[in-house]
């Protein structure tokens, strides 16, 4: 049995700010910010909230997968920025669509959590434990961002994707490469959160994220080629053989490195951060939605996704549409 994307689905908030905006926050230009990252425009939440935004990807990949919500068995939100510490969102988004009969629970991994909840629901759809799955990236970043600090508050930007997973016949996820490193969870980290404790002293963590930008970037040049040469290995297959290379939306610059060690060229590499900036786990979700909206995706293309962020975490999914 395989596991296989069926439906997808996205959304933005409707405010954007572009880097100009930005300038007008702290000491930036858009000349800067498009240079060093390639972003011009982010989405940032005013009315919606993480979980709004997940529920209205969700329902489109529904619609789009021609999938009823009571058949879904399996309901991940990978979030870093759930509007509840507990429950979770994706118990949120179960009441929402109606998804009764799903098991319902959140993956924390930041920008690769995506790839990790696509990682979980193979697992469970090849064992024959669900039939459908529904996983979904939503962030609200703008909640957790240092406004004051220029070299994180332009980076990050807000949304949801989402995409049906259900068994079948024909190929589909065809392999993976994921993993962890704790020991550099401090390169990315987002520290603060309340603590009511009264054995414990007030005080703590800020309660935005921190970044060691230079670390991060080495790090990501030098995992992902990595995890996507591991990830064609196992299934046989080539990097020519791949037609598109869906990397996270995080940085340009990130992905033109990515892309030369690969030795593929630049073309197979779409991105949308210019529009979108790093929305974390929902980068890879938007991005292949919107490529499948835009009709790019054909039955039988061998796609690389491929993430890596906070924790620090990272992963590559082969599969074929
Ligand atoms: N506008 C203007 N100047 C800025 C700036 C901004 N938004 N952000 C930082 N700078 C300044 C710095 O203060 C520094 O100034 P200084 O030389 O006077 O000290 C200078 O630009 C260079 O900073 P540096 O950090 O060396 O820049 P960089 O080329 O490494 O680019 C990042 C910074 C953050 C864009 C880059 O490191 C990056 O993209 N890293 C990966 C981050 C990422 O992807 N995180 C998410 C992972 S999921």
Same mark, same amino acid.
């Given at each position: 049995m395989n596991t296989k994307i069926i439906g997808t689905g996205y959304d933005l908030p409707a405010f954007t700010a572009d880097n100009d905006y930005l300038a007008t926050l702290v000491d930036t230009s858009d000349e800067w910010i498009v240079e060093r990252t390639g972003i011009r425009v982010r989405h940032l939440a005013k009315e919606e909230t993480t979980t709004s935004m997940a529920v209205q990807a969700a329902r489109r990949a529904l619609e789009h997968a021609g999938v009823s919500a009571e058949d879904i068995g399996l309901l991940i939100v990978a979030t870093i920025t759930g509007d509840t510490e507990t429950p979770s969102t994706?118990?949120? !988004?179960?009441?929402?669509? @109606?998804?009764?009969?799903?098991?319902?629970f959140d993956i924390n991994a930041a920008c690769s959590g995506f790839l990790y909840g696509v990682h979980v629901a193979d697992a469970f759809i090849r064992s024959g434990i669900y039939r459908n799955a529904l996983v979904i990236g939503a962030e609200t970043l703008s909640k957790i961002i240092d406004w004051t600090d220029r070299s994180t508050c332009v980076l990050f930007g807000d949304g949801a994707g989402a995409a049906v997973l259900c068994a079948?016949?024909?190929?589909?996820?065809?392999?993976?490469?994921?993993?962890?490193?704790?020991?550099?969870?401090? !390169?990315l980290a987002c520290? @603060?959160?309340?603590?009511e404790n009264p054995l414990c002293e007030k005080g703590g963590k800020p309660g935005y994220l921190t970044m060691d930008g230079q670390e991060v970037f080495k790090f990501a040049v030098k995992t992902v080629p990595v995890c996507v040469e591991e990830a064609l290995e196992d299934a046989g297959v080539t990097a020519d053989d791949v037609k598109y290379f869906l990397l996270h939306q995080a940085n340009k610059r990130i992905i033109q490195a990515v892309a030369k060690r690969l030795g593929q060229?630049?073309?197979?590499?779409?991105?949308?951060?210019?529009?979108?900036g790093n929305t974390s786990a929902a980068s890879l979700p938007i991005l292949l939605a919107q490529m499948d909206e835009q009709g790019l995706l054909q039955k039988g293309d061998k796609l690389i996704l491929s993430g890596f962020g906070a924790g620090l975490t990272w992963g590559a999914c082969l599969l074929e549409w």
């Open positions: 994706a118990c949120r !988004v179960q009441a929402e669509i @109606g998804a009764h009969k799903a098991v319902a079948a016949e024909e190929p589909g996820i065809l392999s993976q490469s994921i993993g962890s490193n704790g020991d550099k969870w401090e !390169v520290q @603060g959160r309340p603590n060229p630049e073309e197979k590499f779409p991105m949308n951060l210019d529009q979108c």
